[in-house]
Structure formats: C-alpha cells, structure tokens
Nanobody, 121 residues
Framework: QVQLVESGGGLVQPGGSLRLSCAAS????????MAWYRQAPGKQRELVAT???????NYEDSVKGRFTISRDNANNTVYLQMNSLKPEDTAVYYC???????????????WGQGTLVTVSS
C-alpha cells in the first residue's frame, strides 16, 4: 500500500505565501515524477506543476514565476512554494506521484487526499 499525505494548506491574504508538502509512504521502491494539481469550485482539475526525479520542472502558465516545485528524493517528499498568491489560486491542491511499488516492482499512479488553499482578504 502506498499513500500520499499533503499538508500546508490554509487561508492567506492576496499577495501572501504558502508552502505545501506531500510525503509518500508505504511499500515504495522508487518515486518517479511527482506533480501538483488543483481543482477550483465548479472547475475541472488542472495540472499546476511537475517535477521529474532528476529535478526537471514544468509549470502551468498562470503560476510561472510565482510557484516553485521541488522535491526531496531521500524522503519521498514534494513541495510547492506559492508566492504572490491571487484569489484565483483558491482551490483544493492535490499531490500526484508515479510510484514503483516494492515487491511487484510495477508502476502505480497515486493521489493525495487534497489540501484546501483559500486566498481571500
């Protein structure tokens, strides 16, 4: 069994910052690419940022220059530093990972439970 546990969401004023964390645990052989998605009320889930195991990153256009994704391979953890937050960043943020499960050594896509980020004055 593999799970992702997110933390760091909350209420922040426009222009403020938050840092999300997501830790993978369980029968893990290796964590490959990791990503953050978000889903705003009434909208579809969208990809925010991705990071490969080697550290190559990619961002959705609206967050470029404001958000930074990073990871700690030793602890199977991914982070999302969010600066200059805007009301339109309000959403539930989900962590996603491509995990090689120990034992069968097969790939499995895993999702976190989500953490709410609210940007409001």
């Amino acid at each position: 069994q593999v799970q992702l546990v997110e933390s760091g969401g909350g209420l922040v004023q426009p222009g403020g910052s938050l840092r999300l964390s997501c830790a993978a645990s369980g029968s893990i052989f290796r964590v490959n690419a990791m990503a953050w998605y978000r889903q705003a009320p009434g909208k579809q889930r969208e990809l925010v940022a991705t990071i490969t195991r080697g550290g190559r990153t990619n961002y959705e256009d609206s967050v470029k220059g404001r958000f930074t994704i990073s990871r700690d391979n030793a602890n199977n953890t991914v982070y999302l530093q969010m600066n200059s937050l805007k009301p339109e960043d309000t959403a539930v943020y989900y962590c996603n990972a491509d995990v090689v499960v120990r034992g069968p050594y097969t790939n499995r896509e895993v999702w976190g439970q989500g953490t709410l980020v609210t940007v409001s004055s």
